[in-house]
């Protein structure tokens, strides 16, 4: 089992639709959960990060956070075509100080 | 500097040929990272720094591969012999000192290796 699952997607949504991203992780000591925003070509750059269960909302994103389950989701409200990117589920280990990256999920928003 | 600043940003080598990739970090940034990515995936961790200590070189693929931050700032990811599977991006990132909620990793923008 990989540390960190995501459906490579392409995820399709039409502009304006709400696009849904998903992300388990199998190691429960994980603390925060990062979401990152990568454009084709460019480095990956912070969207949100969350560290208690429920949600957390940051303009049109909001993150949500289920540690018994091992789920994080990123829901994107009016998607734009600029959101289409690929998204990256991120755990934070704090007694290994780092990210453990998933595959990415591939969003294309469409007009 | 305002971000993280990595040279060469693109670099072909022959195979065999040795690389030395270069990471400026934000300043103050006393936590760095190397990640590998391979183009359709997610980065791959390779090696952590806190100041000048390597606290984990867990990720780095073979001993081919070799990180130093002698000065607890600026640091270099070598390669020996690059082998053509070697071939990705090379990110280096920085932040704070851990803490509970996580202290934001910012990423530079890359160095592309292609070896050939």
């Known amino acids: 089992q990989k540390e960190v699952e995501q459906n490579s997607g392409p995820l399709s949504v039409p502009e304006g639709a709400i696009a849904s991203l998903n992300c388990t992780y199998s190691d429960r000591g994980s603390q925060s959960f990062f979401w990152y925003r990568q454009y084709s070509g460019k480095s990956p750059e912070l969207i949100m990060f969350i560290y208690s269960n429920g949600d957390k909302e940051d303009g049109r994103f909001t993150a949500q956070l289920n540690k018994a389950s091992q789920y994080v989701s990123l829901l994107i409200r009016d998607s734009q075509p600029s959101d289409s990117a690929t998204y990256l589920c991120a755990p934070y280990t704090g007694g290994g100080n780092k990210l453990t990256f998933g595959t990415g999920t591939q969003l294309k928003v469409e007009l | ?116």
Request: aromatic fraction near 12%; glycine fraction near 10%; include cysteine.
């Open chain 2, 1 to 116: 500097g305002a971000g993280v600043s990595q040279s060469p940003r693109y670099k072909v080598a022959k195979r065999g040929q040795d690389v030395a990739l270069r990471c400026d970090p934000i300043s103050g940034h006393v936590s760095l990272f190397w990640y590998q990515q391979a183009l359709g995936q997610g980065p791959e961790f390779l090696t952590y720094f806190q100041n000048e200590a390597q606290l984990d070189k867990s990720g780095l693929p073979s001993d081919r591969f070799f990180a130093e931050r002698p000065e607890g700032s600026v640091s270099t990811l070598k390669i020996q012999r690059t082998q053509q599977e070697d071939s990705a991006v090379y990110l280096c990132a920085s932040s704070l000192p851990s803490t509970y909620s996580g202290n934001t990793i910012y990423f530079g923008e890359g160095s592309w290796l292609t070896v050939v």
